[in-house]
C-alpha cells in the first residue's frame, strides 16, 4: 500500500470549513484514497473514498489532485462533534480480497468553539 | 439496520490468562476483522474472516487466534495473555464483495492486563 503523510494535528473554528490535507506521492492507478476518523474511544467510522475525481457526500467532500499525490478531505462546517483523529488511507480495490487496512497516525482535528 | 456489536465491552484479566471477545456483524456482512489499537503501535490489523475461513492476517504471534461461525459471528482468542496485551480490540464488518474497503467498526472491547 502507498504510505501517506498527515500533519499530527490541526485547530479549526466551529462553523468554520476543516481542511485536511494527505500526502501520497507514491500511489499506484488502481489505489483509491479512503479517509476515515476515529472519536475518542470509540471505533473508527468510514467518511468517504475516491479513485481520482472528486467526491461528495452527506459528510465531507474529498479532493484529490489531477496527479493524484494529494488529496484534501474537506468538512464544510465543523462542529465540536466533528473532533477526532482522522486517518488517511491508501488502497488497492479489494472486492474480492480480505485485507486489512494500514492506518497511519492520522491527523486530531481539534474544533475549537 | 444494528451496527457492529461487541462483547464485552471491558474486561480485565492477569497475566497468563486466557481471554475471548466477540463480534457481531452488521446483518448480511460476511466479512469480520479484528484490529488491535494501542497508543504506542496505533491500529494494527490482526486478521479477517470470510464463510469460517481465516484470508489474511496481520504480524501477530500465534498467541492470537480467531474463528467465524455459521452465522458469521466471530471471536477472537488471546492465549498466555502478556501485559503488552493491553489494548482497545475492534472489530469491522464488511460485505464480501463490496468494490471498496468501507469498512463498519464496532465500539471495541477494551482489555486490560494486570
Known amino acids: 500500500d502507498a504510505k501517506t503523510t498527515q500533519p499530527t494535528s490541526m485547530d479549526c473554528a466551529e462553523g468554520r470549513a476543516a481542511n485536511l490535507p494527505c500526502n501520497h506521492s507514491t500511489i499506484s492507478g488502481n489505489e483509491y484514497v479512503y479517509w476515515y476518523r476515529q472519536i475518542h474511544s470509540q471505533g473508527p467510522q468510514y467518511i468517504i473514498h475516491?479513485?481520482?475525481n472528486n467526491e461528495t457526500n452527506e459528510m465531507a467532500s474529498l479532493i484529490i489532485t489531477e496527479d493524484r499525490k494529494s488529496s484534501t478531505l474537506i468538512l464544510p462546517h465543523a462542529t465540536l462533534r466533528d473532533t477526532a483523529v482522522y486517518y488517511c488511507?491508501?488502497?488497492?480495490?479489494?472486492?474480492?480480497?480480505?485485507?486489512?487496512?494500514?492506518f497511519g497516525k492520522g491527523t486530531h482535528l481539534i474544533i475549537q468553539p | 439496520k444494528a451496527g457492529v456489536t461487541q462483547t464485552p465491552r471491558y474486561l480485565i484479566k492477569t497475566r497468563g490468562q486466557q481471554v475471548t471477545l466477540s463480534c457481531s456483524p452488521i446483518s448480511g456482512h460476511r466479512s469480520v476483522s479484528w484490529y488491535q489499537q494501542t497508543p504506542g503501535q496505533g491500529l494494527q490489523f490482526l486478521f479477517e474472516y470470510f464463510s469460517e475461513t481465516q484470508r489474511n492476517k496481520g504480524n501477530f504471534p500465534g498467541r492470537f487466534s480467531g474463528r467465524q461461525f455459521s452465522n458469521s459471528r466471530s471471536e477472537m482468542n488471546v492465549s498466555t495473555l502478556e501485559l503488552g496485551d493491553s489494548a482497545l480490540y475492534l472489530c469491522?464488518?464488511?460485505?464480501?464483495?463490496?468494490?471498496?474497503?468501507?469498512?463498519?467498526f464496532g465500539p471495541g472491547t477494551r482489555l486490560t492486563v494486570l
Open positions: 488511507i491508501v488502497r488497492a480495490y479489494s472486492g474480492g480480497g480480505a485485507d486489512g487496512l494500514t
Open positions: 475516491g479513485l481520482k
Open positions: 469491522a464488518s464488511r460485505l464480501y464483495s463490496a468494490i471498496y474497503n468501507e469498512q463498519f
